[in-house]
């Protein structure tokens, strides 16, 4: 296609005084969405555009779970046009961001996506839009550290699509080792499953594969060896889920270990192609997976945005969540957003938590602008978490509440499990996510192979 098409579209005409235009389609920006709809759910001189990538918000807590197999695909995932009662959405790519000259362009595909593949790729119908007020709320990506063979050869779980084709995966290898009975060093290196980080991820994923290799294994594989199988976790640090807590974390990698998790720290991974990690100290880990959860960072349209950054390229935003330089215009939040807890001094971490309630604070800044309200009116983001959780695996979890309280065990598990239930966006999906656990409590798991 050689004519590029980009067309400017335009709100509504005559009766549109202010226009927000909300990027990202995750925790935050539907968290932005909301509550601005209750606001000017009346109001003609207001419009919302939401713009998005994908077409759905994506519950990444129970993400483990999908590759798990004990939720079903769709049950984590809610169509955002299901959340917009006020607002128009776009399903397409943010290109770029004229801060100046408040513009954005969108970009998106026509016809079938998967010629892109088969052909060259296809050039997007790029369209322009003003707005009056813009929020920033794109999240971010994984971060490879310049390194592309990492990137090329590892399984990452960030995306809906990285869990389906992660979960394709293991049961591939899985099928693949059971064959290989003559070549012992080729089955052991299928029956290597690695995962690189040990964060809120790293730790849940590892326990949720561990718990679905094992189990599928004992079931359905009957020649494999148990003790073929290793499952490890790699970790820069020596702690496991430093975001946490220390005894918690330690907590963690005691009861993962007791489970079979092997655990190599203080170490990291250097190298990777389809077959091997090598690793900082020169070991080399023959393994057909491994799976990324080492590092995040935003992607490049926020990293080339003209305005302040941090040292991880992130949006220095103010506690009013205001891109410094564009005050009273443009918000950012979320993961992409570099905002500082005035409580500790120290960064709030990228979380659905700190997501969700920096959305409230955009929310009423824009009604205040709007309504013209003088600057002492604004809020300011000050928010002290109130409690975190992870699973671990075989029905155990990890949890601390108001910085002091400390659980695990079953009853974290259970908590964590009740917590986010709660949190999921519509009552059909939590209906769904409790017959998916209903029925992972009494069936066997699932290996069936679908491409
Ligand atoms: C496996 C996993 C487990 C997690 N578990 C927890 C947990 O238990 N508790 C917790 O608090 N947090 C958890 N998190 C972190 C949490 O998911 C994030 O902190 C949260 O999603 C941040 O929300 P956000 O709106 O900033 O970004 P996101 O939710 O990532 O949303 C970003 C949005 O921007 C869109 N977007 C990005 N680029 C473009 C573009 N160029 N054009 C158009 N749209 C674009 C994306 O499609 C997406 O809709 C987990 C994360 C993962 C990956």
Known sequence: MSNKHVSKMSVKKNTV???????????????????????????NDVQITLISKNNFLLFTPMLPEIVSGSIETRHIVTPLR???????????EVKSIDLDNKEITMTHTIGREFQRF???????????????????????????????????????????TDAILLRNHLIKVLEQASIEQDDKGLRKSLLTFVVVGGGFSGVETVGAVND?????????????????????????????????????????????????????????VKDVTEDKAVLSNNIVLPCYTLIWTAGVTPNKLITDLNCKH??????????HLEVSGYENSVYSLGDCASIVNPHTGKLYPPTAQNAIRQSYVVSKNIISSIKGKPEKDKQLFDYKSKGMMAQIGKRTGVAIFFGKIKLHGILAWWLWRMYYLINLPTTKKKIKVIGDWTFDFIFKPDVSQIQ
């Open 17 to 43: 005084h202010k226009h927000i235009v909300i990027l990202g389609g995750g925790f935050s920006g539907i968290g932005v969405l909301k509550n601005l709809q209750n606001k000017f759910a009346h109001n």
């Open 82 to 92: 299901s959340f917009c009662n006020k607002a128009s959405f776009y399903e397409a």
């Open 118 to 160: 088969n052909t060259e790729e296809k050039e997007g119908h790029d369209h322009k839009l003003r707005y009056d007020y813009l929020v920033i709320a794109m999240g971010n990506e994984n971060n490879f550290f310049g390194n592309e063979k990492i990137r090329e050869n590892v399984f990452t779980l960030k995306t809906i």
């Open 212 to 268: 679905y290799i094992r189990e599928s294994v004992k079931l359905y594989y009957p020649n494999i060896y148990m003790s073929d199988v290793r499952v490890v976790l790699i970790s820069a640090t020596n702690n496991l889920l430093e975001q946490i807590d220390e005894d918690l974390g330690r907590y963690a990698l005691e009861k993962l270990k007791v489970n079979g998790v092997e655990f190599i720290m203080d170490t990291l």
């Open 310 to 319: 941090d040292k991880n390229h992130r949006i220095i935003t103010s506690n």
